[in-house]
């Protein structure tokens, strides 16, 4: 069974740092392109950060270029997304998703909640 | 970027009929379209992929038809369990985009 279990959210200030896991199982975390998505409280879903299936491409939302860095270790199953500077409008449940068939998003995390305040 | 509006924002409708949900985006993305259904609390489910195929068990009760710039996905007769906000997403061009959401409530 296909699994994603994202850990690591949780109160940070503004301008802290905070760092998401998003560990897989149930398939070959290798073969596939892997996103953050991200959904602040009572919003749609908003793209933050993509990664091929090495490590060797990145995408970044222009909100999050330079702050945000995605990286990923396929010998040990796990996405990650280390986010810096973080402001209150960063606030969101933030998902992993993998990308299947067509480029959509076939399976999802449970998502981890990011609270920026002081 | 690409825009992806969906309308209407809200949509009551009562158990067994149809529902009709729309998506238009701002310039042609082909067929790379999909639909996700989210319940509260829950993370999104792909429902449909292609536009128009529908993902690994999702009921033949759900349909997406469109390409270019215009995209529906109907639920030809809603049931208690399909009630949910859906969202489009467009895979075409980078970065990746959503529509804002259409929220399926009873009517």
């Known amino acids: 069974e296909v699994q994603l279990v994202e850990s690591g959210g949780g109160l940070v200030q503004p301008g802290g740092s905070l760092r998401l896991s998003c560990a897989a199982s149930?398939?070959?975390?290798?073969?596939?392109?892997m996103h953050w998505v991200r959904q602040a409280p009572g919003k749609g879903l908003e793209y933050v950060a993509a990664i091929s299936y090495n490590g060797g491409t990145t995408y970044y939302a222009d909100s999050v270029e330079g702050r945000f860095t995605i990286s990923r270790d396929n010998s040990r199953n796990t996405l990650y997304l280390q986010m810096g500077s973080l402001r209150a409008e960063d606030m969101a449940v933030y998902y992993c998703?993998?990308?299947?068939?067509?480029?959509?998003?076939?399976?999802w995390g449970q998502g981890t909640l990011v609270t920026v305040s002081s | 970027e690409i825009v992806m509006t969906q309308s209407p924002a809200t949509l009551s409708v009562s158990p067994g009929e149809r529902a009709t949900l729309s998506c238009r985006a701002s310039q042609s993305v082909s067929n790379n379209v999909a639909w996700y259904q989210q319940k509260p609390g829950q993370a999104p489910r792909l429902l449909i992929y292609g536009a128009s195929t529908r993902a690994t068990g999702i009921p033949a009760r759900f349909s997406g038809t469109g390409a270019g710039t215009e995209f529906t996905l109907t639920i030809s007769s809603l049931q208690s369990e399909d009630f949910a906000v859906y969202h489009c997403h467009q895979n075409n061009n980078w970065p990746w985009t959503f529509g804002q959401g259409t929220k399926v409530e009873i009517k």
């Open positions: 149930g398939f070959t975390l290798s073969s596939f392109s």
């Open positions: 998703a993998r990308v299947g068939v067509n480029s959509a998003f076939d399976y």
